[in-house]
């Protein structure tokens, strides 16, 4: 639950920090850089700082010191207070060695692609996958919540790149939940899902692998046969009704 708060505690926000008095703001030289080279002109470090905003979704503040509203010349971008600046750092020389890797690729594989931020973080600060933010808040805080949770990421985010709102993610939440026993949660996960993709066979191989965990044969048969129904070329179900133990 922790993660997803975290998550839907960000304010999407445009990407600029209107900078309103140029004499302080952009500031003259750089004071405390360790990975940006002391001579970078500061006009390209505010442009990077202005992609990092967008590819965590947040604002300035979100690492540095300052206040939402306040002018960029009264932030102190120099202190290194909040951790998230100090995890953005290591963040940095850990794409510097990703990229590094990828140059020593061997030749002949078309364009080379560099890897950013925005690789992983889509627009979130903590890049999770949407099955495991709806798996752990179902787990810790329950069923309800974590359907609260999923309409909440899907009216926020629903066409970004952000988070997989197909049909796959609550599958897979639902297929976590089932390992670890939270078997009402598991159902109450597919049923939202059935409301979103009414049609989906798969979803109901999904479900009697479920009752399966749950040692509950009848309805395990009844959901595999259910996905026979909606796709009869629906191997997986049809080889599951087999191991229960009749033809399909
Ligand atoms: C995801 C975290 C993050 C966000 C968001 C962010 N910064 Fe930074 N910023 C850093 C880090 C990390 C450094 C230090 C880089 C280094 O050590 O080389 C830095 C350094 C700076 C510096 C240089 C400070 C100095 O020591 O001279 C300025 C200026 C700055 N940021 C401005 C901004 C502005 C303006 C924004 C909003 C548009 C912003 N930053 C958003 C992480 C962030
Ligand atoms: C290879 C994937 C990857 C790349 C590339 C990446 N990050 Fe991250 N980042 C993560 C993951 C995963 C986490 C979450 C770690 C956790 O909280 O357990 C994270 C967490 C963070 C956090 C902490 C967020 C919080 O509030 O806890 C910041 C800040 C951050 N990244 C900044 C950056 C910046 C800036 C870049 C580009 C310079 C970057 N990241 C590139 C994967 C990545």
Redesign the pocket.
Known sequence: MRRLIAVLGIVVAP???A?QTPAK???D?????????HATP?IL??G???N??S??G???????VGVEGQP?DK?D??S?D?R??????Q??LMLQEINRRLDSLPEGMGAKLQVT?NTCHRGT?RPFPLSTLISDAAASAGADSALRAYRALRERYYGRDAYDFGEGSLNIAAFRLGGLKKFDEALAILKLNEELYPNSSGMYVFRGNINLMKADTTAAEAAFREAIRRDPNNQEAKGRVQAIGKQP
């Not at 030289?29 to 080279?37: A, D, Q």
């Not at 947040?58 to 540095?64: D, L």
């Open positions: 990407v600029l920090c900078a703001f952009p500031p030289s750089l004071v405390n850089t360790r990975v940006i080279s500061v470090v505010i990077t700082m202005r990092f905003t590819y965590l947040v604002r300035c503040q979100y690492c540095h960029l932030f971008f120099v290194d909040k998230a600046k100090v995890v953005a750092r963040m940095m931020c600060s």
